[in-house]
């Protein structure tokens, strides 16, 4: 079964630090552009980060820019997402997603493997 798995949420007090990491169970990330999107509560899914196969191509949500950094390590087959000085309005699960493609513009309808998501709280 091809399936991507998050972990690394949690409970974390404004201006603390998470990392999350990404996964895939069945098939290698090697070939995929990855992107990370949250869905606060309420609210759509928006994308927030993306990283290209090789990682040398990133693209960021405006609000997370100079916060959070995206990287990946294929040897691992993990892709990560670190996330700086949370602000309560990052509250929000957190999903990884894998595109045959590439593009910047993290369109939910390019992706073709979704994880199951993984809970952010930022409060104090």
């Known amino acids: 079964q091809l399936q991507l798995v998050e972990s690394g949420g949690d409970l974390v007090q404004p201006g603390g630090s998470l990392r999350l990491s990404c996964t895939a169970s069945?098939?290698?990330?090697?070939?995929?552009?990855v992107g990370w999107f949250r869905q606060a509560p309420g609210k759509g899914r928006e994308g927030v980060s993306v990283i290209s196969t090789d990682g040398g191509t990133t693209n960021y949500l405006d609000s997370v820019k100079g916060r959070f950094t995206i990287s990946r390590d294929n040897a691992k087959n993990m892709v990560y997402l670190l996330m700086n000085n949370l602000k309560p309005d990052d509250t929000a699960v957190y999903y990884c997603?894998?595109?045959?493609?590439?593009?910047?513009?993290?369109?939910?309808?390019?992706?073709?493997?979704w994880g199951q998501g993984t809970q952010v709280t930022v409060a104090s």
């Open positions: 997603a894998a595109d045959r493609g590439w593009s910047p513009f993290l369109e939910e309808s390019d992706y073709d493997y």
């Open positions: 069945g098939f290698t990330l090697d070939y995929y552009s």
